[in-house]
């Protein structure tokens, strides 16, 4: 049974991530969401309309620069589970921008597993 579990959420406003929390909320969990983008409009964020808003908290976040208040809002709430939504898909952008998609999808995720690694939950 996943009462009282916590999830934290990374790219929780992307379009899967808010469909994500939506079924996270609608299931009774307690959700820590974390995107780089704010809150977007309710397509993006179906979360918003699905209730549960008591048992969610969101955070605006870029794993690339803020990566120690990621890693102490983990230390916080000490999640059971860490999805991840987030990361850079836009394949043209990678195209003309590759080193930003590097160091969100490459470096900045190899940061966050070395930081998860250590823990002990």
Not at 15 to 20: K, L, M, P
Not at 71 to 93: K, N, R, T, Y
Request: net charge negative; charged share 15%; glycine share 8%.
């Amino acid at each position: 049974m996943l009462i009282d579990k916590r999830v934290l959420v990374l790219g929780s406003n992307a379009f899967a991530g808010g469909c994500f929390v939506a079924e996270a909320l609608k299931a009774g969990l307690q959700v820590v969401g974390i995107n780089r983008s704010p809150e977007q409009d309710v397509c993006m964020t179906p979360y918003l309309i699905a209730g549960g808003s008591d048992n969610y908290q969101f955070y605006q976040l870029n794993l690339n620069t803020d990566l120690p208040q990621i890693s102490q809002i983990i230390s916080d709430f000490l999640p059971h589970f860490v999805v991840d939504f987030s990361g850079l898909g836009m394949v043209a952008e990678s195209w003309l921008f590759p080193e930003q998609w590097y160091q969100t999808n490459v470096v900045g995720k190899v940061r966050l597993l070395s930081f998860l690694k250590q823990q002990k939950f």
